[in-house]
């Protein structure tokens, strides 16, 4: 490993100048950048509650037609659905 001492003997460089805190802006490049992230998440969450949705709506269908599979083995008449099921958003409530 080379020696670096000779560094700590060398003068600490002082600015010429100095910087206005007000000139420092990310400017239009980061407000680009950041609503471009903005824009990626919003799409990536409805993305993932699009498809958390449709997991769940598999899991009801699966657990009705297991439902109905076992009554017929048992012999029984298929089980009621609640009636709420049925219903889609937007269609008018059953009497």
Do not use: C, N
Request: proline share 8%; net charge negative; charged share 25%.
């Amino acid at each position: 490993m080379p020696d670096l001492r000779w560094l700590a003997a060398l003068p600490t460089p002082t600015p010429t100048s100095t910087v206005r805190a007000e000139s420092v802006t990310p400017g239009v490049a980061g407000f680009i950048a950041i609503a471009v992230v903005a824009i990626v998440i919003v799409l990536l969450a409805i993305d993932m509650l699009r498809r958390i949705r449709r997991a769940q709506y598999r899991v009801d269908v699966r657990e009705q037609l297991d439902a109905e599979e076992a009554a017929q083995e048992r012999g029984e008449a298929a089980p009621e659905s609640r009636g709420d099921d049925d219903l889609s958003p937007g269609s008018p409530a059953k009497d």
